[in-house]
């Protein structure tokens, strides 16, 4: 094991640090300490070529102006908060209108695009990188003094772990998630329409024009929706059912989840074979395939365009503010925000078609 440290730009005059972390088998994970953003993660695929498997850039300008949120740590709040405003104990906020008339991943200026600390953490069985940020009372509109942490770490088992830790000295909102986009063909050599998907859900959400939950939570039987054996991302892109079309020809949707920390949700790539188990103690998790990722421009040398990545952004069900039945992600005073998710990076079983 080992971690490798460097600049990698600077912002606002304070110089961002990256972070690589390896395994004895060669897996690489690497991060900055501007919005916790994981810029590479480095896997071999059948045939023992490592190659990156997330969508990045290699500067900082990229990430800046970049409104993806490629690898980004995104909060206070993931997912969109309707009309901007909410009500706690009879006091109403308003947050930063970001997206219309509503609030998205936190604001203008969320966990992604502010400068975290980092202290690194290392021993022969895992590397670490802990983040640090207190958002200020009022930050983007939300009340409380905020301390959250966000340790990424990579052991010998090809497992990186996220763990998010937080604590306000007012009731306040946080729901948080990270938001890579997976590409298992290496370098992006291919898209993601014919990566296979299988998640443990018998529900999704569904959603209205501005890709906000209505508080209906629809059976996947039947529908493009249902992973519960392996399906093709392709299904919902070339689907003519009305909510793959609603968030622009694919997927935008959050799954609640059947269970926690037993292989509830896989990615898969046969071609090279490179596979990714996600496992969380989150309610839900967010499948976006990319749809709103624009033609021009390069991506590590790849031209851009839709569907180039799959995000699985683990979290709880966006908006729960505004939908009393969907667990809530209020935090009290005294009360640790507390998540972990797990991704494993493994490739398929050959003896098996
Ligand atoms: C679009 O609707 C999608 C979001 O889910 C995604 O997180 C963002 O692009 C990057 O707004």
């Known amino acids: ?45 059948k045939e023992g070529n490592f190659e990156n498997i997330v969508l990045g850039y290699d500067a900082i ?26 009500e706690l104990d009879g006091e109403t906020y308003e947050l930063v209108k970001n997206e219309n008339n509503n609030h998205l991943h936190g604001g203008m200026t969320g966990f992604d695009k502010v400068i975290w600390d980092a202290a690194v953490i290392e021993n022969d069985q895992e590397v670490a990188v802990k983040f640090s940020y ?41 729901n948080m998630t990270s938001h890579s986009y997976f590409n298992l063909s290496g370098n992006f050599k291919r898209d993601i329409l014919n990566h296979a998907l299988k998640i443990k859900s018998e529900k999704y959400l569904e959603l209205n024009e501005e890709n906000i939950p ?17 399906s093709m991302i392709k299904t919902g892109v070339e689907s003519e059912h009305p909510h793959n079309i609603l968030v622009g020809k694919g997927y935008d949707h959050p799954f609640l989840l059947q269970t926690n920390h037993d292989n509830e949700i896989i990615l898969m790539e046969k071609e090279s074979g490179r596979t990714l188990t996600v496992e969380t103690d989150e309610v839900g ?14 991506i590590q040398g ?18 729960a503010i505004h939908h009393p039945h969907f667990p809530s992600w209020v935090l009290e005073k005294g009360e640790e925000y507390s998540s972990v998710t797990k991704y494993k990076f493994g490739i398929m079983n050959t003896n098996t078609n």
């Not at 206070?76 to 901007?84: F, H, L, S, T, Y």
């Not at 209505?214 to 392996?230: C, K, Q, Y």
């Open 214 to 230: 209505t508080g209906d939570l629809l059976d996947v039987t039947g529908t493009p929706f249902d992973f519960t054996s392996e």
């Open 61 to 86: 300008n990229d990430y800046i102006t970049n409104h993806y949120y490629f690898g980004a740590i995104v909060g206070r709040v993931a997912g969109r908060i309707k009309g901007a405003a909410f």
């Open 134 to 174: 207190h958002s200020p009372d009022g930050e983007e509109g939300y009340p409380g003094n905020l301390d959250i942490s966000v340790i990424y770490s990579l052991n010998q088992q090809n497992e990186l772990s996220i763990q998010y830790t937080g604590h306000t000295d007012k009731k306040t909102l946080l």
């Open 302 to 319: 790849v031209p851009s365009r839709k569907y180039l990545g799959i995000c699985l952004e683990t979290q709880g069900l966006p908006d």
């Open 285 to 298: 998790v967010v499948v976006y395939s990319g749809n709103f990722i624009e033609n021009g421009g390069y």
């Open 1 to 45: 094991m080992k971690i490798i440290q460097k600049t990698f730009g600077e912002v606002n005059n304070r110089l961002i640090n990256q972070y690589t972390m390896v395994n004895d088998n060669g897996i690489e994970v690497t991060c900055i300490n501007y919005g916790c953003i994981i810029t590479k993660i480095i896997t071999p695929d």
